[in-house]
């Protein structure tokens, strides 16, 4: 049987989902009017004010709000608050350009926790379960978004924060922990770690919730297969609050987004363009109950399709796909389109584990792209010739998918760095 968090909201009929976004929009776009100077000038300049938006149909009039307003904006351009009613900042971990910071009244921190509790009690959590809370702590949103959730669902709460790998294992065996909450990237570090140390027999770890980076499905079955655990996404941005804006169920087909706190639509990113359900596109985000951060048509930049096909688990929310790579991380190389999700996939499907490294440069005005890829303990060999046939066959694999040469590169067990948070995957130096 599914479990709820708030059955009441999460398996509402669509004609009620839909009736609440249309209630709490209207009142959000008013709140916006009156309180954000920044977008209130937006919408003057597109024509646009409150009385013309009376439901979801109208929301295509809205200015769409980027990551570039919002640095224009910092920090308290688009606050929707007076500063002394909010009680929390985050920021996101950008290294280029200003960052964004994101604020928070206690009323949106507990509803963002409502969120987070949700995707714990999909992933099968309890009050029964010990959280092992491995996102970093600090202004990124996964430490403090899954912890406040875990305290919600009442789960004893293990604030491990990310790195320390010698302390985290310590824990996840002495205090039995059940669910592990950080980056997939992190979890396969971590598995690899329990693997080599023989401890798979001491973990008691029984799902895990991993998001905060694109990750494939061939990942996800490598981490499920080395933890004997199910591995669940959660997807999330500092702009929107953070983890929960939509999350995995049992199903494991996409992830639920909470549509009584967003409205989500596709776009196209050229165009702007709304696209009709099933389409691929830009994913952007209304913001319908916060109040100190109230973005309306947030264009994400993360590809994605949104369905709402019946979903076993009763849940009615609508369902993104994980998202394709974002439209900024999508390299163009010699003329074609190449996201890095592609290129773990066939790494993966080879059998080698999902720690790589792509390297694009530009070399007498043609650009270049190279993948270094590690090998397990059992591939790796002394025989050059060996290595040499293992470099070709992937070469040959890259090129059935990406439809360009790449040069490959195998290196030692353990010679690309692990990541604790976020993997850095792409040095592009065409860039640099
Ligand atoms: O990554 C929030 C988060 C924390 C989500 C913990 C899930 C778990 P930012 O640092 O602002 O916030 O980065 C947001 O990360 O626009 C996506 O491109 C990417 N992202 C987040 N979740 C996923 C996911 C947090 N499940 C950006 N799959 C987003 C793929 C993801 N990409």
């Not at 959730?149 to 922990?177: A, E, I």
């Not at 693997?195 to 798979?200: D, F, I, Q, S, T």
């Not at 991993?210 to 499905?217: K, L, P, R, T, V």
Request: hydrophobic letters at 35%; proline letters at 4%.
């Amino acid at each position: 049987m599914p479990n709820y968090y708030q059955p009441e909201i999460e398996t509402m009929p669509y004609e009620d989902i839909r009736a609440l976004q249309n209630e709490r929009l209207l009142k959000q776009v008013r709140h916006v009017w009156d309180n954000v100077p920044y977008y209130r000038k937006k919408m003057e300049e597109k024509g646009v004010t409150p009385d013309d938006i009376q439901s979801i149909d109208d929301l295509y009039k809205l200015p769409f709000l980027s990551k570039d307003d919002l640095r224009e904006a910092y920090p308290y351009g688009l606050l929707g608050m007076p500063l002394s009613e909010c009680v929390r900042i985050h920021s996101t971990s950008g290294t280029t350009g200003k960052r964004v910071v994101a604020f928070y009244t206690q009323h949106d921190v507990d509803l963002w926790e409502d969120c987070c509790a949700r995707a714990i009690v999909a992933a099968g959590g309890t009050k029964e379960d010990v959280c092992h809370v491995a996102y970093g702590y600090g202004l990124f949103t996964g430490g403090a978004g899954l912890h406040g959730g875990s305290h919600k669902v009442g789960c004893l709460t293990l604030p491990m924060s990310s790195g320390n790998t010698d302390r985290q294992l310590q824990f996840m065996t002495d205090l039995g922990s059940t669910i592990l909450c950080c980056t997939p990237s992190y979890a396969a570090y971590l598995a690899e770690s329990i693997y080599e140390r023989g401890l798979r027999d001491q973990i008691k770890l029984k799902a895990g919730i991993f998001g905060a980076e694109a990750w494939s499905e061939d990942m996800r079955r490598d981490i499920e297969d080395k933890l004997g655990i199910k591995a669940y996404d959660i997807y999330g941005l500092t702009e929107t609050s953070g983890p929960g804006v939509a999350f995995e169920c049992s199903e494991q087909t996409g992830m639920h987004i909470n549509e009584d706190h967003f409205i989500a639509e596709i776009i196209n990113p050229e165009t702007g363009e709304v696209l009709p359900e099933g389409s691929k596109g830009e994913l952007v985000f209304t913001a319908i109950t916060k109040e100190a951060f109230p973005l309306l048509r947030y264009r994400t930049r993360d590809i994605c399709v949104l369905t709402r096909k019946k979903c076993s688990c009763g849940r009615t929310h609508v369902k993104m796909s994980k998202p394709m790579g974002r439209s900024d991380d999508m390299l163009i190389i010699r003329g074609v389109n190449v996201f890095p999700s592609q290129i773990e996939t066939v790494l993966l499907q080879k059998g080698y584990p999902a720690n790589y490294q792509i390297v694009v440069d530009r070399v007498n005005n043609s650009d270049t792209l190279e993948v270094m890829v590690e090998m397990t303990p059992e591939m790796f060999s002394d025989s050059l010739g060996q290595i040499a046939r293992m470099e070709k066959e992937l070469v040959a694999a890259l090129k059935a998918m990406l439809g360009i040469m790449a040069k490959v590169k195998l290196v030692a067990p353990k010679t690309i760095a692990r990541s604790e948070g976020k993997a850095v995957r792409v040095i592009d130096k065409r860039k640099i």
